[in-house]
């Protein structure tokens, strides 16, 4: 026996969300008057056609009732990123500068799942209103649309809590408040911090305020777009290390950095997934800064050893590139600070695999997240321990604690899925006419929403001459990621509709 699907709830909670959406949408066109660019009719038109269909939606679902469900939850959480995608496409195609509808369509689901992958092959012939757009996409999906919503939906009558577990990245997640709305409110404003200080700062050091705020709302949400076609390649130390910085912070669990600003600096402190995560970052930097250091050389062209000057000069400078691709790479961010393809190979492979890991989970970065990969490893040391100690009880502990057998089964199911879909990607990118080694990057790239590949699709290239149907397929895996794969998977299985 079925229950009654409340088809009602669905509708309101969607009409309230492109309501909100509609608001950030209208503060670009706002941004399109002030500079007089010329598609601001066509981002106002799309901001009212917007907010028409978001009251339709709440009209719709009037007289539902304000209690969310499970099953409501994910299909909820599941429908907004691509109805939020079907409207935040609008402003390009409408205006013409991405006339094609499948490239709109992907550019427009590369931002908000903080992807970073753009089929731009001049980002800086587009408008600022076109620019500040796509920052704002990544910006509203980098800390995660339903987390800014939950904050939000008491405003409408609404309870965010199956929103809330149905979106957070990670194995679980923490309430700071016993109102789930509270906690989202102090993580959004951890998040508005972390962009205005990363604002001052970069325009600060020589950047123009309007591509330091740009720059800002991409790396808070991990996400990677950039209004020049070089990245951060050609900006200076001081500029590349704010990034950097940045971009580490927003790795890390926002509710750890609650934390401290409540006062509570111990919390982070103890913390094992902290330690894993930014244990890997100082030992990916030490390691692929020495190679770097090895590939920019000390030697002059006789082989004698350069000055000491020059010599500290090409450290700081391999020390910079080595931690910036790091940190770019871990939290899936993207940005880029040196062509790595144009690295000896067993760097920029390294690089490759860092691509896999993710930061925290309950940050805004993408990836397999430290602590499933702490799990996991503990999880194989655990079955080595049982085959010696056969009658032995070996518990998996992560942060102090045991972890039930749930949450282990859990993050083997995910690891399944995660290589199961990466091989699948790879396969049908291969069909399209994708080089193998191509194909196995923009896979890892897609499902971990880091954005930048290796080959034509590295950090100089674009997906612009991408297969149409691998554009569709890869921007599938995308939302896949995003929502770290089960909340899609259970929407195609009968459990979650039976009663």
Request: aromatic share 14%.
């Amino acid at each position: 026996m079925t229950r009654v699907f409340n088809t009602r709830i669905v509708f309101r909670t969607l009409g309230a969300l492109l309501l909100i959406e509609s608001i950030f949408m209208g503060l670009t066109t706002l941004l399109g008057f002030y500079y007089d660019a010329p598609d601001k009719e066509s981002f106002l038109v799309s901001t009212v056609i917007t907010l028409l269909a978001g009251l339709l939606g709440l009209l719709f679902g009037r007289h539902a009732s304000s209690h969310v469900t499970e099953r409501e939850g994910y299909v909820i959480v599941a429908f907004v990123w691509i109805v939020f995608s079907i409207f935040g496409l609008l402003p390009y195609y409408m205006s013409g500068e991405i006339g094609n509808l499948t490239d709109a369509w992907f550019e427009t689901m590369s931002g908000f799942t903080t992807t970073g992958a753009t089929i731009l092959p001049n980002v800086e012939a587009m408008t600022k209103t076109v620019l500040f757009w796509r920052a704002m996409t990544q910006w509203l999906g980098g800390l995660g649309i339903i987390v800014l919503c939950v904050a939000l939906l008491p405003m409408f009558g609404l309870g965010g809590m199956q929103l809330y577990a149905a979106e957070v990245t990670g194995v679980s997640y923490e309430k700071l408040s016993p109102r789930i709305a509270d906690t989202a409110k102090r993580m959004w404003l951890i998040y508005i911090l972390l962009t205005v200080c990363e604002s001052f700062l970069l325009n600060l050091f020589g950047m123009s305020s309007f591509d330091a705020v740009c720059h800002s709302m991409s790396t808070v949400a991990t996400g990677g777009f950039s209004t020049r076609n070089l990245s951060v390649i050609n900006d200076g130390p001081a500029i590349q290390y704010t990034i950097a910085l940045f971009m580490l912070l927003s790795g890390i669990n926002f509710t750890q950095i609650i934390y401290i600003f409540r006062g509570q600096p111990g919390k982070i402190v103890h913390d094992e997934e902290t330690h894993w995560y930014l244990g890997a970052v100082l030992i990916c930097t030490v390691l692929l800064s020495a190679g770097l250091f090895v590939h920019y050389g000390w030697l002059d062209p006789d082989g004698r050893l350069e000055s000491i000057t020059h010599i500290l000069q090409h450290g700081e400078k391999a020390f910079r590139k080595g931690f910036f691709m790091v940190v770019s790479a871990m939290t899936s961010s993207g940005f880029a600070a040196s062509d790595y393809m144009a690295w000896p190979k067993l760097l920029w492979v390294a690089v490759f695999f860092m691509m896999f890991t993710g930061a925290s989970s309950g940050s805004t970065s993408g990836g397999i997240k430290w602590v499933r990969i702490g799990i996991f490893a503990k999880s194989a040391l655990a079955e080595i321990q049982h085959r010696i100690h056969p009658n032995a009880i070996v518990p998996v502990r992560f942060n102090g604690r045991a972890m039930s057998p749930q949450t282990t089964s859990n993050v083997m199911a995910f690891m399944f899925f995660y290589i199961f879909i990466i091989v699948i990607t790879v396969l049908i990118f291969c069909a399209c006419g994708i080089t193998f080694d191509e194909a196995i990057g923009t896979a890892v790239s897609a499902i971990g929403n880091v954005g930048v590949s290796i080959g034509q699709f590295g950090p100089l290239g674009s997906y612009a001459d991408f297969p149409t149907f691998a554009k569709w397929w890869m921007t599938l895996v995308m939302l896949i990621g995003r929502l770290e794969i089960f909340t899609i998977i259970l929407l195609f299985t009968s459990a979650l509709w039976k009663k």
